[in-house]
């Protein structure tokens, strides 16, 4: 089904197709039609069009670490959240505790970015980066608003993590999608 | 109310006052102009065919406190004065929490704070901690290491049983000989 422009209505008959189209199609078409599940929201989707959709997370509370100077997912499968429904736009927030392991230094630092796979890398541009402190007490935390991805039910948004130089280790992460 | 869903009209079959009362008022009564009264709230669904409004809270204490508790505090004397800030808000089953604070540390210890709710600190008892829990503070908490006067925060995703959320600031220190201070603590809560 689809949103019909309501028409002007005048004297006569009213036949049942106009009913159908304007009250029981573009009923439909509304919020309350379209919600199914508890503690979603709505987004526009396009002209005239609207669809619910839900925040979503995953956490991860194991220490880890890399020493690779690329961004990396780190841990098997990686810290991250499968086929977002979207409508070319999501917003992702994280936060994870972090601290360069070893050569810290003013310009060594533990980074942490985003990525939607296969659309938009992750990079330093909205990496969260500290060089922390002892044991991974220092949590960072950095968002990022993804645009132009197309819509997709399919997108799978993802923590990426680098070091600057030497090790840098990480915990504690939590990876928030605020689809739109 | 509730949502109906819209019969299929047929030529010639009369049209009633009622159908138009279930199918016309009564439906656009459950739409979001209908259900909306009051401005910048979140209109959420809150089942089947059901949206409301959500009321988000936010709020600011710049007053600066001092701790040496172990673990994560909410109340800071025998007369269950709260750090605070405190909120409570009327969610879905989903929360959106973001909390931070300007962060001081003695040398030694390690400054811990984060967000306690409906009281719950289970988690809190274990600095060490990392079990997975959405009222773990341990997990969630942000820090400070031997740093001073760093704005940290942190985010997280509450889950749990639709209603009424109460949400305290915890705060902590993980060397029992150190002492932190915090100020400017803010906590805002957007539920879904």
């Not at chain 1, 927030?93 to 659309?119: D, H, I, Q």
């Not at chain 1, 990496?127 to 402190?133: H, L, S």
């Not at chain 1, 608003?145 to 990426?160: K, N, P, Y």
């Amino acid at each position: 089904m689809a949103w019909n422009a309501p028409i002007t209505f005048v004297n006569g008959v009213l036949p049942a197709s106009q009913l159908n189209q304007m009250l029981r199609d573009n009923m439909n078409e509304t919020a309350p039609a379209k919600a199914m599940n508890v503690a979603g929201y709505f987004v526009s989707t396009g002209t005239n069009a609207i669809a619910e959709r839900e925040v979503l997370n995953t956490s991860y509370y194991e220490r880890f670490g890399t020493t690779s100077t690329s961004y990396v997912a780190a841990v098997p499968g990686g810290i991250a959240i499968q086929n977002v429904a979207h409508s070319g736009s999501l917003i992702a927030l994280w936060t994870a505790r972090m601290y360069v392991f070893s050569s810290p230094s003013t310009t060594n630092t533990a980074c942490v970015s985003c990525e939607v796979t296969g659309k938009t890398s992750a990079a330093d541009s909205w990496a969260t980066r500290t060089v922390g402190g002892d044991n991974a007490f220092i949590r960072g935390m950095g968002f990022h608003h993804f645009t132009g991805l197309g819509a997709s039910t399919t997108d799978q948004v993802r923590m990426m993590f680098r070091t600057g130089a030497g090790q840098s280790n990480f915990s504690n992460c939590e990876l928030i999608v605020f689809p739109l | 109310m509730v949502w109906t869903v819209p019969i299929t009209f047929v030529d010639a079959d009369p049209l009633t006052a009622a159908q138009l009362n279930v199918f016309l008022r009564d439906n656009m009564l459950e739409t979001g102009p209908g259900k909306a009264t009051t401005g910048a709230r979140l209109l959420t669904t809150f089942g089947v065919n059901q949206i409301g409004e959500r009321q988000w809270a936010r709020t600011v204490l710049n007053s600066t406190i001092t701790t040496t508790n172990k673990e994560y505090a909410v109340i800071q004397d025998e007369d269950d004065v709260l750090y605070g800030p405190t909120l409570t808000v009327e969610h879905g089953g989903k929360c959106l929490v973001f909390y931070d604070a300007n962060v001081t540390s003695t040398t030694g210890g390690a400054a811990m704070f984060g967000p306690v709710f409906d009281g719950d600190t289970r988690e809190a008892a274990n600095p060490a901690s990392t079990v997975n829990s959405n009222v773990s503070v341990t997990a969630k908490a942000a820090a400070s290491a031997r740093r001073s006067g760093a704005r940290l925060g942190g985010i997280m995703l509450y889950t749990g049983e639709p209603g009424l959320l109460r949400v305290d600031m915890g705060y902590g220190s993980i060397n029992n000989s150190s002492s932190a201070t915090y100020s400017h603590r803010r906590l805002s809560i957007y539920p879904f």
